[in-house]
């Protein structure tokens, strides 16, 4: 029989040994893991995380897209405590409810744009576009449309590792294992102005990415069409930084073929772009928001899906019983943390704080790395950026694949004390929104030495 050591007790190789025996790692080469050992992370303060080895690591992605607040933060850690000996959970089933799910439910419908006054709480990401899939076909078939089943998503677009998100996902990789897409989920192209459409203006560019979902529309068939998702910045695919033409257009095409629109905020939702939500950065009005991570800034697993009026009242109105939910639907401690994080955000100002000081001089910091012999481009949204590695300035010549570049300048990151996640050719980050000016500038020091670092490796 294994005996299990207690935690402080444990040495770094002891905790790799036994993390490669038994835990399976989301998207993780397994051997690979198993060779190389995890890093451990045992403990974190504000943007800052440390290792089993006592290193400091400046933490550029917010753990996973989610820590807004930052780590630490007491308010977070009290709401969640005094929640846990009050009532640590009970259900929302059978017209039963707890008192966080309601208040939180208030406060989204306050932070929310104003078409948005119901939320159907979930326990992830994920599980919220699982959510969207089935509320969007349950609201045309109550319409007494039922032949509208199919949503348009795009490829590159990430929106969970459910069958359903995994599906409107348009990551080939994923499509590739378990035979997804499931039926009834068609993708367009991203707009993905360096890749796709540098012979254009960007503006022109985003007008023409958008038509290709008019394309599609009339190639499916208007009247089977239900729903277009995207993210308002596609995040996992590479912080993809649509053109400010990209988005109007999409509300004029969905608005002229009356089709449902649905952002999904999960990165973007909760001050990520300097608004409370990336809809209202690109001026667009969803019927369906689904959001997660930031809502309890990552202390505590939650999502949900925000039901615009358009939706709600067909749903509440003419539907009866909408059969499905899930255990953690309006879990009462998850969603009192939810509660302690938008008053915190608020409190602490963070959504202006991005939109007037950090975001403009992360925007700052980029454009002065333009002049880095391995940067390409650089672009941010808010507090999130990425800065596209290139082997030619010039001419705009790329990498080929077999170097990873991306993924040598990562391995740099991890060497000097910085967390960014490489795309392909692209360094991604998404700090939290505590970060001060200051520790801009630091992460901008670290940034340049492993691009000094990574371009030395290239040559
Ligand atoms: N949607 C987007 C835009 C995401 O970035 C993610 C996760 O990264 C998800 C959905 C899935 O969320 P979760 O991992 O909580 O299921």
Not at 143 to 163: C, D, E, F, W
Not at 262 to 288: A, K, M, N
Not at 311 to 339: D, K, L, N, R, W
Request: aromatic residues 8%.
């Amino acid at each position: 029989m294994n005996t299990v050591t207690s935690r402080t007790t444990r040495s770094t190789a002891d905790w790799q040994r036994a993390d490669a025996a038994h835990f399976l790692h989301p998207f993780t080469d397994f051997q690979s893991l198993a060779r190389k050992g995890s890093r451990i992370i045992t403990r974190a303060d504000n943007i800052y995380l440390w290792d089993s080895e006592g290193h400091k690591i400046l933490d550029a992605m917010s753990g996973l897209w989610c820590v807004n607040v930052g780590y630490g933060q007491q308010a977070l850690i009290d709401a969640a405590t005094r929640q846990l000996r009050e009532l640590p959970f009970y259900n929302a089933f059978f017209q039963t409810a707890t008192p966080p799910p309601i208040e939180l439910a208030e406060l989204l419908c306050e932070v929310t744009p104003p078409q948005f006054n119901h939320v159907f709480f979930t326990g992830s990401g994920s599980e919220g576009n699982d959510t969207v899939v089935r509320m969007v076909r349950r609201y045309w078939d109550v319409l007494g449309q039922p032949q509208r089943q199919v949503i348009i998503s795009r490829k590159n677009a990430y929106h969970g590792s459910t069958m359903a998100g995994a599906s409107l996902g348009g990551m080939a990789a994923m499509h590739a294992q378990g035979g997804l897409p499931i039926p009834g989920i068609v993708h367009i192209e991203q707009p993905y102005w360096y890749a796709l459409g540098r012979s254009m203006s960007r503006d022109d560019f985003g007008r023409v990415a958008a038509r290709w979902l008019e394309d599609k529309i009339l190639e499916v068939g208007p009247d089977k069409v239900a729903a277009f998702i995207g993210e308002p910045v596609q995040g996992a695919g590479g912080v993809i930084i649509p053109p400010e033409t990209y988005w109007p257009e999409i509300q004029r095409i969905c608005d002229q073929y009356g089709i449902l629109l649905v952002s999904d905020e999960v990165i973007c939702g909760f001050g990520r772009t300097g608004h409370w939500f990336g809809c209202e950065r690109f001026g667009v009005r969803p019927d369906l928001m689904t959001f997660a991570k930031g809502v309890t800034s990552g202390y505590i697993p939650l999502g949900g899906v925000m039901v615009g009026d358009r939706v709600a009242t067909v749903m509440i109105e003419q539907g009866g019983e909408f059969e499905h939910g899930y255990t953690y639907s309006g879990h009462p401690t998850a969603c009192a943390v939810g509660v302690a994080n938008i008053r915190l955000i608020r409190e602490l100002g963070l959504v202006q704080h991005v939109r007037d000081t950090a975001g403009p001089h992360l925007a700052k910091l980029f454009e002065t790395l333009k002049d880095h012999p391995l940067v390409g481009d650089a672009e941010t949204c808010g507090l999130m950026g990425a800065l596209l590695l290139v082997k030619n300035k010039v001419t705009g010549e790329l990498f080929p694949d077999e170097v990873g570049i991306g993924m040598v300048c990562r391995g740099h990151c991890f060497g000097n004390g910085l967390i960014m996640r490489a795309v392909g050719n692209r360094m991604i980050m998404a700090p939290p929104l505590v970060m001060t000016t200051a520790q801009i500038d630091e992460m901008g020091s670290l940034i340049r030495r492993c691009l000094d670092l990574t371009l030395e490796q290239a040559r």
